[in-house]
């Protein structure tokens, strides 16, 4: 290597190296929810950490948001920012003529532009499932309940699922006749949790004084079952009464499945994707100002592939699922590793011949790269934290 050549050992902005305890931790979670996931039903898929640019950019808020790389002849790709959407570019082509449902699974690293913060950053995991090929309140009932589990397998107890409907905003501007881009501009607003912006752009609006108040009130509209029944009681039009309606249902469903405890109705949840066109929700822990996890109905997105489907889904940010364990006081049990192998120089065949007796039982061993006195073994033993010693010599 040439003197004027300088070693970057740092990682790139908004990535980090996982230490081996870190990689040991977010292993055991995938372990776990790859087997709940298989428990219900989810056959596991993989696509490609790259796409090209205009499978991902229509179903995107902003452009600038990805990694964008220059391809085989000048093709435009870029690193997934998100599992849906190649999911559903994979469902439209490779699996077109499976049966449906179709209940697909995923763990995989996504990529996006943004300033890093805690529980942020530009390269994080995500695991998480889809459900194509229906459209009953039993099948957004699943998906919520399975989020629900998920989280709890994870080791996440005090928790709450917020649940919005898109149909029901979109059904009370279509009342108010809130024109196409002045609507845009509001579900930004709300989607950003953006009051003030939100107040002013109804401002604006040729509404009654009591119109903008009933405007300036559904994002803040929030509660429990109770929640539905206030609902019922605003000007509605047949899009919102279809939407409280839906709610109800799956509530009920989601009920059965025993978890309507961690369930709560948030009219300003409409995500930030903009493929969803119904049910949507968000999962929140108690000190972290940003879900653990999210998603939603999604019925028009494998229209745009030439594949109209139904379809819902929802993933887990693994990075912020780890933070939020570890803010309440969780954590993962460390990986176990069984047996250290020590042995003198003349017994090193005898311990290659135990440690792999070992390994074929199922333990954890790991033999020493030298002879060593049993002192010696023994501290390497502790050094490299192994539960047992077993020394030949």
Partial sequence: MMKSEKLILETPYGTRDLLPRDAAEMRHMEDMLSRLFRSWGYDEVITPTIEHLETLVPRIPEENSLFMLLGNKNKLLALRNEMTTPIARLVSSRLKDAPVPLKLSYLGNVFRVEQTQMGRQCEFHQAGVELMGSETPASDAEIISLAIESVLTCGIKDFQIHIGQVDFLDGMLAYYEVGDEQSKELKSAIEC?????????????????????????????????????????????????????????????????????????????????????????????????????????????????????????????????????????????????????????????????????????????????????????????????????????
């Fill in 193 to 393: 949790h953006d009051i003030v912006l939100m107040n002013q752009l109804i401002d604006t609006l040729p509404l009654s004084a009591r119109d903008k108040e009933t405007l300036k009130a559904l994002p803040l509209l929030n509660g429990r079952e109770d929640l539905l029944k206030r609902l019922y009681g605003f000007s509605l039009n047949t899009q919102s009464l279809s939407a409280v309606d839906n709610l109800a249902e799956i509530y009920a469903l989601i009920k059965s499945y025993g978890y309507k405890d961690y369930v709560c109705f948030d009219l300003g949840t409409i995500r930030d994707f903009n493929y969803y066109t119904g049910m949507v929700f968000e999962g929140y822990s108690i000190g972290l100002g940003f879900p653990l996890c999210g998603g939603g109905r999604y019925d028009h997105l494998l229209t745009e592939y030439g594949n109209p489907m139904p379809a819902t889904g929802f993933a887990l940010g693994m990075e912020r699922i780890l933070l939020a364990l570890m803010r309440q006081g969780g954590q993962i049990p460390p990986a176990s590793k069984h047996v250290y192998v020590g042995y003198t120089d003349a017994s090193i065949n005898e311990a290659i011949r135990r440690a792999t007796e070992l390994r074929r039982q199922g333990k954890v061993a790991e033999i020493g790269m030298k002879g060593q006195s049993y002192e010696e073994a023994e501290q390497s033993r502790e050094a490299r934290g192994y539960e047992l010693l077993e020394y030949f010599g």
